[in-house]
């Protein structure tokens, strides 16, 4: 039985016999408002699986550097090692969630221009959000660390969209994570509706996690109907 060094609130990490990898397991488990709301979502593992393995595959090609190696089954990836920078980057596309209530906008009005914002990965804390002044004095990145984890999030950003809009999806919102492989900086974690937010570019419908976060209902089926946007796989 591998060894799991970690687990957390979707996710379940084992060691492999290469200690360069490490074993990805998605499960159905489901967290908001930093844990306080728990629950959980059918089958949402194995279509966060997918989903994330085609969004690592499409990055991928177009020159962005990440820990994903293969899926090994429906609910596991494997992926390079990885020691996480403690800064979640966040790139926002039109307000929504947290940003609609700081900011004073209504949901759904479209920013200028996206907005990368940095919040300090500590749950304790409620993840805080931070600027590049206390990650340099807290010592969570270098300069150069955290200049590249923006200009890769702003570069991922135009990526998804452009591709997210051939498929009549809106990229409102996501979250990345990066860490450090023998030195080289990788795009880390998990891309899905649990970390993004897709809406419907001609309905508005919400086909992510705020499905569960406010309650809305048919949470498995808004995951499957982005995997089959994605991949046009019928789950």
């Known amino acids: 039985m591998a060894k799991m060094l970690y687990e957390g609130k979707a996710k379940k990490v084992f060691a492999t016999e290469n200690p360069d990898e490490y074993l990805v397991y998605f499960k159905d488990d489901a967290t908001a408002f930093n ?7 059918l089958n949402k593992g194995i279509l966060n699986n997918k989903i994330s393995t085609f969004f690592f595959n499409l990055l991928g090609k177009n020159g962005i550097p ?20 403690p800064i979640e980057v966040v790139v926002r596309n039109i307000a929504a969630g947290s940003l609609a209530k700081r900011i004073g906008w209504e949901e759904g009005r479209k920013l200028p221009q996206p907005v990368v914002e940095l919040y300090y990965k500590n749950d304790e804390l409620g993840d805080p959000l931070i600027n590049e002044y206390h990650a340099r004095a807290m010592g969570l990145a270098d300069d150069a660390q955290l200049k590249a ?22 990229l409102i919102d996501f979250k ?9 900086l990788l795009l880390g974690d998990e891309i899905s509706p649990d970390t993004c937010r897709f809406w419907d570019s001609e309905t508005g419908q919400k086909l992510d996690k705020d499905r569960f976060r406010r309650d809305l209902g048919d949470v498995e089926d808004a995951y499957k109907e982005v995997l089959f946007r994605l991949t046009g796989e019928k789950f």
Request: aromatic content about 6%; charged content about 30%; cysteine-free.
């Open 149 to 170: 984890i923006q200009e890769l999030g702003l570069k991922i950003n135009a990526i998804m969209g452009q591709y997210l809009k051939e498929k009549k999806l809106e």
């Open 176 to 184: 990345l994570e990066f860490g450090l492989h023998k030195g080289q």
């Open 35 to 41: 844990g306080v709301k728990k629950g959980t979502i």
């Open 66 to 85: 990440h820990h994903f190696v293969r899926m090994v089954s429906d609910r596991e990836m494997l992926v390079k090692t990885l020691t996480i920078l």
